[in-house]
C-alpha cells in the first residue's frame, strides 16, 4: 500500500493519494486545484489514478477533481446525494471501491454538509478491519465539521461523529482540513486516531443537545468568497479564480489614516450582515467576505479601496484576495472595528433588530492572516 497527505497551508485543506503497490491503481481524495503535485507523483511512482473523490462539495476552496480527471481515465466519484451538474460515479453508503488488495470503503457521514462521506481505507491481506478513515470535514482533529454550509444538519454532524467513534481505537484519522474556517477548534495536527479523539475530543462529552448548541452558536465567519467557491465546485458557476492563492504583500492602515482617508475612497467591511448591523465604521458598505468574488463588479479599481472587519484579519486576506485579483490601490484597516471603538469613535448601527452576531472570532492565522490579531 501507498499512502500519502497532502497539506495545503493555504487553504488548511489535506488531501490524500491512496494506491495500490501491487497493482499499481491510484486513488486521489480531495484534490486541492495544485493538480501538478499528484501528477508528478503518479508519474514518479508509476500509478494509474482509477478514482477522484471528493469527500463532499467544498465552500472553502475550489476542488481540483474535475481537472484531475480530465487528464485520466478515472471515475469521479461523490456521495450519491450529491448536487452537482456533472457525471460523477454516485457511491452509496457501505459500497466498496477495489484498488488492487485495497478496498475504500463508503461510509456517509452527513453534518458538515449532506453529501459528506468518510473513507475507510482497508487492506485485508493485512487485515479485515480498516486500519485509516479519510473523514473529510466530519470528524476533524479535535473538532467536527461547521454544520452551516448549505445543507448541513448539527444533528446529523452528531450522529456522524457518534458513528465514526464506533470504529476501533487503532484506526488512524486522517481528516480533509487541519486548519481554516470550516470547524472552529481545530487542534492543528493533521491526523490523530479513533481512541485518542473518544477520550480528548471536547465536543464527544456532550449530550445531543449541548452538541446541537455548541454547533449552531459562535461560529465563524463564513469563508472568503463562498457563495463564488460552493457553486463553482458544484457546477453552477465557474469562477476558479475565486480562491486565495497568492500572498501578496499588503499595506495596513490604522484608525487615524481610515478617518483622515482621501475623500474618493470606497470602505468596504467585510464582516457578516449582523456583526455590520450591530455597529460599523461611519461610510463603510457591507460586502461579507463570503461575497467578494461575487459582487467583485461592486468594488471600483479607479480609486482607493480600504476594507474593514472586526479585527483585521478578514479584511487582510480579503484585501489580498482584491489584490490578487488586480485591485491595485487596496489597503487593510489593523485592528479593524474593534480598535476603532477601542479609540472611541463613533459607530453606525444599521438595524438592531437582526439577529445579534453569533460569529466568533478565530485564531486562524495562517495563510498570510499578517498579525495574531482574532479576524
Ligand atoms: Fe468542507
Not at 456517509?108 to 454538509?113: E, K, V
Not at 470528524?139 to 461547521?146: A, F, H, K, Q, S
Not at 474618493?264 to 464582516?271: H, K, N, P, S
Request: glycine fraction near 8%.
Amino acid at each position: 500500500m501507498y499512502f500519502k497527505q497532502i497539506l495545503d497551508e493555504r487553504c488548511g485543506c489535506a488531501s490524500y493519494l491512496v494506491a495500490s503497490r501491487q497493482s499499481h491503481e491510484a486513488a486521489i481524495i480531495d484534490p486541492s486545484v495544485h493538480i501538478q503535485q499528484y501528477e508528478e507523483l503518479l508519474q514518479e511512482r508509476n500509478f494509474r489514478l482509477r478514482y477522484v473523490i471528493d469527500t463532499h462539495v467544498h465552500a472553502d476552496h475550489i476542488s481540483g477533481a474535475r481537472q484531475v480527471r480530465a487528464k485520466h481515465a478515472a471515475e469521479l466519484c461523490l456521495h450519491e446525494s450529491a448536487q452537482v451538474t456533472y457525471a460523477f460515479r454516485p457511491l452509496k453508503d457501505g459500497e466498496e471501491l477495489a484498488l488492487g488488495q485495497l478496498r475504500l470503503r463508503v461510509l456517509h457521514t452527513p453534518g458538515h454538509r449532506a453529501e459528506m462521506m468518510s473513507i475507510l481505507v482497508v487492506n485485508p491481506p493485512r487485515s479485515p478491519e480498516p486500519s485509516m478513515v479519510l473523514t473529510g470535514d466530519s470528524l476533524l482533529v479535535g473538532d467536527v465539521g461547521r454544520p452551516d454550509f448549505g445543507g448541513g444538519d448539527a444533528s446529523e454532524q452528531y450522529e456522524s461523529m457518534t458513528r465514526l467513534l464506533r470504529l476501533p481505537d487503532w484506526v488512524a484519522v486522517f481528516p480533509g482540513h487541519f486548519e481554516g474556517p470550516c470547524g472552529k477548534g481545530m487542534c492543528g495536527r493533521p491526523n490523530t486516531t479513533i481512541g485518542f479523539e473518544r477520550l480528548y475530543n471536547p465536543l464527544v462529552r456532550l449530550d445531543r443537545g449541548a452538541f446541537i448548541s455548541i454547533l449552531s452558536e459562535g461560529v465563524p465567519a463564513r469563508p472568503l468568497n463562498m457563495t463564488a467557491i460552493e457553486p463553482t465546485n458544484r457546477g453552477l458557476a465557474d469562477m476558479p479564480w475565486a480562491m486565495l492563492t497568492s500572498a501578496l504583500p499588503i499595506r495596513e492602515i490604522d484608525i487615524e489614516a481610515l478617518e483622515n482617508r482621501p475623500p474618493d475612497t470606497a470602505v468596504f467591511d467585510v464582516r457578516e450582515p449582523p456583526e455590520y448591523a450591530h455597529g460599523h465604521t461611519p461610510g463603510a458598505i457591507n460586502i461579507p467576505q463570503a461575497d467578494l468574488a461575487s459582487r467583485l463588479d461592486e468594488i471600483p479599481r479607479d480609486r482607493p479601496v480600504i476594507l474593514i472587519c472586526q479585527a483585521g484579519i478578514r479584511s487582510f486576506r480579503a484585501a489580498q484576495f482584491l489584490a490578487q485579483v488586480g485591485v491595485a490601490q487596496v489597503a487593510s484597516v489593523q485592528g479593524g472595528t474593534a480598535a476603532w471603538r477601542k479609540a472611541g469613535k463613533s459607530v453606525s448601527v444599521e438595524d438592531t433588530s437582526v439577529e445579534a452576531p453569533r460569529v466568533t472570532e478565530s485564531e486562524w492565522t495562517h495563510a498570510g492572516g499578517g498579525s495574531s490579531a482574532q479576524v
